[in-house]
């Protein structure tokens, strides 16, 4: 849990031409000393960038304390892969979907052993199971993260233990199961049927749906953060979409810790599914008359080649909160850092503007 060091700056690295997600923060005093916490490692060209990174600015040969996946998905996995065989790494940080088999047997079609769903589900997810062996071959305990759990000076708000469980058999790459999703000619009508729609919004008026089509269940099983240092806190949310959000929100009320953060995650890269204006309301506050002061900062990775992240419903949302939207891209790297840290990079561009009018 918090431990006194106060300082903290954090580093959202771009991760290419597609939307991915790279994050390395650290943490300290001179006088105590650092804590180096990555989370997520884009795709694999970025894990080098990762190495350079931490070599180059938090000293070369740095030990990692923590190393977190938020989720199974190749965007956040590949990366961590070169990190953790070049590092000394203290703890690895990720939950593994087949560790559960046993409690999940009745929830799939077919004739599975526990051991036979469990190698199923295993061969399913190669980066991840690739990602453990590394671990385990240099001796880095594997902790699962549930909300409760402490990494260092961050506490992991979402997922639970149950609801982790309960996703797992809608994830795309699981086998057949009972509760999976079908999209069947429903849902193919509705993809065709898609099309580009033109809005308009104000700062009074907005555009960000209190139901969205649902994101994917593999996103819902997301490791939502809550850093905590010196009385501010930075929100982590990987590529959360709201009703995990819903459930960090009650994790952090529970404990009273459900206040606007300092620096907070775009979720999903700025997706219009991820986020509603209940969740934002809950996490950021209300919004406020235009031309207010701000509340903290929030940053989005996008890929150098995805200029429609975040989608402007969404950035418009957090800037009506109080929270201007600064977005990686074109290969640089966006900080934040606490005055009890000293400044390196700043904001080198201006946040996503409010937009009246746009397409998506």
Not at 251 to 257: D, E, N, Q, S
């Amino acid at each position: 849990m918090e431990d006194g060091r106060v300082g903290y700056e954090i580093d959202f690295l771009s991760v290419g031409d597609s939307n991915g997600d790279a994050i390395c923060v650290r943490y300290g005093t001179p006088e105590l000393g650092y804590a180096v916490h990555i989370t997520d490692g884009g795709f694999v060209d970025t894990g080098q960038r990762i190495i350079d990174h931490v070599n180059k600015y938090y000293g070369h040969g740095s030990r990692i304390e923590n190393v977190v996946l938020s989720h199974q998905d190749s965007d956040h996995i590949a990366g961590l892969i070169p990190v953790v065989r070049h590092f000394d790494v203290g703890a690895l940080w990720m939950n593994r979907p087949w560790l559960y088999a046993g409690e999940l047997l009745q929830a799939f079609h077919g004739n599975y052993t526990v051991e036979g769903l469990r190698k199923a589900i295993r061969d399913a997810y190669p980066l991840l199971a690739e990602l453990e062996e590394v671990a385990s071959s240099k001796g880095i305990p594997i902790y699962e993260t549930f909300a409760g759990a402490w990494i260092g000076s961050f506490l992991v708000l979402a997922p639970s233990r149950a609801r982790y469980l309960a996703l797992i058999p809608e994830f795309d790459r699981t086998p057949e199961s009972y509760t999976k999703p079908v999209k069947g000619i429903l849902g193919k009508m509705f993809e065709a049927a898609k099309k580009v729609v033109s809005f308009f919004e104000t700062w009074g008026s907005e555009a960000l749906q209190e139901n969205p089509a649902p994101t994917s269940a593999s996103n819902e099983s997301c490791v939502v953060q809550l850093g905590l240092f010196n009385g501010k806190t930075v929100l982590l949310t990987a590529d959360a979409g709201p009703t995990t959000l819903s459930e960090a929100a009650d994790t952090a009320a529970a404990i009273g810790l459900l206040f606007p953060p300092s620096v907070v995650q775009v979720p999903h890269h700025g997706s219009r599914r991820n986020v509603t204006p209940a969740v934002l309301n809950r996490w950021l506050g209300n919004p406020l008359p235009e031309g207010s002061a701000i509340r903290g900062f929030a940053f989005c990775s996008v890929g150098d080649n995805k200029p429609e992240y975040p989608r402007r419903r969404v950035s418009n949302a957090f800037l009506r909160r109080g929270y201007p939207v600064y977005k990686t891209g074109n290969g640089g790297e966006w900080l934040h850092h606490h005055d009890d840290m000293p400044a390196r990079v700043g904001f080198p561009i201006a946040p996503v503007p409010f937009t009246n009018s746009y397409e998506e």
